[in-house]
């Protein structure tokens, strides 16, 4: 009897791990589109992929799980870039956007560029 419960709660917590690393991964993509699309550059293979995971210290002091994310992105729809995004209990601890060349001939690509806002309030 004892035996079947402690299987019965291994299976559970290995689908809850299952499960919170998928929602995990689902809430970095999410957040990584995000950046692509305030950086007005486009999130490539719409998927981002765990490059590191480890436990830290929380702010309250607790320990969790530190999740580090890279994901490809494209500037003119031509080339590929590298970013990286690192949540700490999901919320965003750190991103890294590489400065690429904004002169980039785009004639051709599949990039659609709006202005972005303007900060001046007349």
């Known amino acids: 009897m004892f035996e079947s419960m402690l299987l019965l709660?291994?299976?559970?917590?290995?689908a809850?791990?299952?499960?919170?690393a998928l929602r995990a991964r689902e809430l970095a993509r999410h957040l990584c589109h995000d950046l692509c699309v305030r950086a007005n550059v486009q999130l490539l293979d719409q998927t981002v992929a765990l490059q590191r995971l480890r436990l830290m210290r929380g702010p309250p002091g607790l320990v969790v799980l530190r999740r580090?994310?890279?994901?490809?992105f494209s500037?003119?729809?031509r080339d590929r870039h590298r970013g990286s995004l690192s949540l700490l209990d999901g919320r965003v601890?750190?991103?890294?956007?590489?400065?690429?060349d904004d002169s980039i001939d785009a004639a051709g690509s599949n990039i659609v560029r709006f202005p972005g806002p303007s900060l001046d309030r007349h």
Do not use: E, K
């Not at 580090?68 to 490809?72: A, G, K, L, S």
């Not at 601890?93 to 590489?98: F, T």
């Open 9 to 14: 709660i291994a299976l559970m917590l290995c």
């Open 16 to 20: 809850y791990v299952w499960q919170n």
């Open 68 to 72: 580090d994310y890279r994901f490809d």
């Open 75 to 77: 500037v003119d729809g």
């Open 93 to 100: 601890q750190s991103h890294s956007l590489p400065m690429v």
